[in-house]
T-cell receptor
Framework: GQQLNQSPQSMFIQEGEDVSMNCTSSSIFNTWLWYKQDPGEGPVLLIALYKAGELTSNGRLTAQFGITRKDSFLNISASIPSDVGIYFCAGRFTGNQFYFGTGTSLTVIP | GAVVSQHPSRVICKSGTSVKIECRSLDFQATTMFWYRQFPKKSLMLMATSNEGSKATYEQGVEKDKFLINHASLTLSTLTVTSAHPEDSSFYIC??????????FGPGTRLLVL
């Protein structure tokens, strides 16, 4: 199936730093989702975006639905150790099926 | 957010046996559920889409006779790995689509086939 390009693949940052990751697609989407997955667990939904240009925050997390509808980004401000994990983007055009990004592995160094 | 459970969380079985994994939506009705497989440090690989009351739709390369999916009710879908072999060892995750334009994931099932 289709897969989204997510970058960077991995990040090693110092605690307190801001983080930025993005997701791009060759197709347009009507919905973008961002998930976080801790080791050995299922992904947990962080932010859902439904309109092009939409900017949504959830605590220290902010995500935007790109105006071209082919990309989205996720920012984490003032990172803390518990932000460690793998972050996935997911996009949907129509129907129920979502396509997932390749994931960004985040390591926060205390 | 909505709650999706999976059972068992971990299972170890002998080669040749069958294993059933349950996925339940606890606080909403899921007309559609999805089954994914995830290899270490890799993204989610969609195996099949499970629709309540109808046959599952399998992704290309996924053997439907090996990975049997049943979605008998709006809150339960099951994945049965038949005649499991060591190469079937993996992390299996289900998700449920509940009408909103989102997916909620279960906690996953770690399968180890000896």
């Amino acid at each position: 199936g289709q897969q989204l390009n997510q970058s960077p693949q991995s990040m090693f940052i110092q605690e307190g730093e801001d983080v930025s990751m993005n997701c791009t697609s060759s197709s347009i989407f009507n919905t973008w989702l961002w998930y976080k997955q801790d080791p050995g667990e299922g992904p947990v939904l962080l932010i859902a975006l439904y309109k092009a240009g939409e900017l949504t925050s959830n605590g220290r997390l902010t995500a935007q639905f790109g105006i071209t509808r082919k990309d989205s980004f996720l920012n984490i401000s003032a990172s803390i150790p518990s932000d460690v994990g793998i972050y996935f983007c997911a996009g949907r055009f129509t129907g129920n099926q979502f396509y997932f990004g390749t994931g960004t592995s985040l390591t926060v160094i205390p | 957010g909505a709650v999706v459970s999976q059972h068992p969380s971990r299972v170890i079985c002998k080669s040749g046996t069958s294993v059933k994994i349950e996925c339940r939506s606890l606080d909403f009705q899921a007309t559609t559920m999805f089954w994914y497989r995830q290899f270490p440090k890799k993204s989610l690989m969609l195996m099949a889409t499970s629709n309540e009351g109808s046959k599952a739709t399998y992704e290309q390369g996924v053997e439907k006779d090996k990975f049997l999916i049943n979605h008998a009710s709006l809150t339960l879908s099951t994945l049965t790995v038949t005649s499991a072999h060591p190469e079937d060892s993996s992390f299996y995750i289900c998700s449920a689509h509940g009408g909103e334009e989102t997916q909620y994931f279960g906690p996953g099932t770690r399968l180890l086939v000896l």
